[in-house]
C-alpha cells in the first residue's frame, strides 16, 4: 500500500495512532531539513489543505525521526500461514515430590 496524502488525511481525521509515521513517510525530507517546528507545522498543514498537523505532532515525530529512519515501514500482510504452521513446543518437567516449605523439627 503506498502512502498518499488522501490516505495520511483519513488517519489524522481519525486521531489513528499511526498518522505521525506515516506523516514523516510522506515527507520525510521537510522533516530532515533545518526549518523550525512551528514553520514546518505551516508548510504541512498548507500541503494537506486543512489544519491536520499540531507542534506536538512536529515534535514527536523529529523525536522519533532517527529510529524511523533505519527502517522502513513494514507492509502488513493478509495471511498468517507461518505462525499456523510452526508447531508450540511441549514443555516437558521431571516428575519429584515438591520440597516442604518448612522443614521439620526433630520433635514431630
Same mark, same amino acid.
Given at each position: 500500500?503506498?502512502?498518499?496524502?488522501?490516505?495520511? #488525511?483519513?488517519?489524522?481525521?481519525?486521531?489513528? @495512532?499511526?498518522?505521525? $509515521?506515516?506523516?514523516?513517510? #510522506?515527507? $520525510? =525530507?521537510?522533516?530532515? /531539513?533545518?526549518?523550525?517546528?512551528?514553520? #514546518? *507545522? =505551516? *508548510?504541512?498543514? !498548507?500541503?494537506?489543505?486543512?489544519?491536520?498537523? /499540531?507542534?506536538?505532532?512536529?515534535?514527536?515525530? $523529529?523525536?522519533?525521526?532517527?529510529?524511523?529512519? =533505519?527502517?522502513?515501514? @513494514?507492509?502488513?500482510?493478509? !495471511?498468517?500461514?507461518?505462525? !499456523?504452521?510452526?508447531?508450540?513446543?511441549?514443555?516437558?518437567?521431571? $516428575?519429584?515430590?515438591? !520440597? @516442604?516449605?518448612?522443614?521439620?523439627?526433630?520433635?514431630?
Amino acid at each position: 500500500m503506498e502512502i498518499t496524502k488522501e490516505l495520511v #488525511l483519513k488517519l489524522c481525521e481519525r486521531k489513528d @495512532p499511526k498518522r505521525k $509515521r506515516m506523516l514523516f513517510e #510522506l515527507y $520525510r =525530507d521537510l522533516f530532515a /531539513s533545518n526549518m523550525s517546528a512551528r514553520f #514546518l *507545522v =505551516d *508548510v504541512i498543514n !498548507e500541503k494537506l489543505s486543512i489544519v491536520a498537523v /499540531s507542534l506536538y505532532d512536529v515534535k514527536y515525530i $523529529r523525536a522519533k525521526m532517527k529510529k524511523w529512519g =533505519d527502517q522502513q515501514m @513494514p507492509v502488513q500482510k493478509s !495471511e498468517k500461514p507461518e505462525a !499456523e504452521a510452526q508447531p508450540k513446543a511441549a514443555m516437558k518437567f521431571p $516428575r519429584s515430590e515438591p !520440597e @516442604p516449605y518448612v522443614k521439620p523439627s526433630k520433635k514431630y
